[in-house]
T-cell receptor, first 110, second 113 residues
């Protein structure tokens, strides 16, 4: 089973920040949090990952709570092209088995 | 450019036939994975391989087989024993060490009638 839980779907207005939550209450100390997104009928695309500290790259920011039991992916200025399914997974440093949940379907509204 | 190539993009087969899906990567990644995706669903792990000549079953391995004879190649065979083979199949790879992300191919859509 997936180690993360995410809302099934979310809406966000174009130009606003999209905040996607992920719960990983059973995360262990050596597990990273990864985010991917999948646009219809394509392979998932890596967005960002982190262990403890907040991370930012050109695509998004990742905020991890101090107890590491949850995280939030932030798309700062959502566009229609950000409409996709977003997956949050946890993975140990050298984990063999990488399991995905059902993700969050994000709709960007014009 | 480095990446993962899945071929073909669309594949049609008659029920009862085995079919092999190709996955090739030139990223020098150690680990490779096969996932299945049904409409409106998440990704389910079929098989994975950390090194050449070794692989492990994922959560839904029944009716599938794989081989890992070369580092860059991880073909998936959908056998006639797979009851519901029609699906979108995704291959991925990653370095075996370090906190490197998965890289995915663009998938093969298999339709069995």
């Amino acid at each position: 089973d997936a180690k993360t839980t995410q809302p099934t779907s979310m809406d966000c207005a174009e130009g606003r920040a999209a905040n996607l939550p992920c719960n990983h209450s059973t995360i262990s100390g050596n597990e990273y949090v990864y985010w991917y997104r999948q646009i219809h009928s394509q392979g998932p695309q890596y967005i960002i990952h982190g262990l403890k500290n907040n991370e930012t790259n050109e695509m998004a920011s990742l905020i991890i709570t101090e107890d590491r039991k949850s995280s939030t992916l932030i798309l700062p200025h959502a566009t229609l092209r950000d409409t996709a399914v977003y997956y949050c997974i946890v993975r140990v440093y050298r984990d063999d088995k990488i399991i995905f949940g059902k993700g969050t379907r994000l709709h960007i509204l014009p | 450019d480095g990446g993962i190539t899945q071929s073909p993009k669309y594949l049609f087969r008659k029920e009862g036939q085995n079919v092999t899906l190709s996955c090739e990567q030139n990223l020098n990644h150690d680990a490779m994975y096969w996932y299945r995706q049904d409409p409106g669903q998440g990704l389910r792990l079929i098989y994975y391989s950390q090194i050449v000549n070794d692989f492990q079953k994922g959560d839904i391995a029944e009716g599938y087989s794989v081989s890992r004879e070369k580092k860059e190649s991880f073909p998936l065979t959908v056998t006639s024993a797979q009851k519901n083979p029609t699906a979108f199949y995704l291959c991925a790879s990653t370095h075996g060490t370090g906190n490197s992300p998965l890289h995915f191919g663009n998938g093969t859509r298999l339709t069995v009638t």
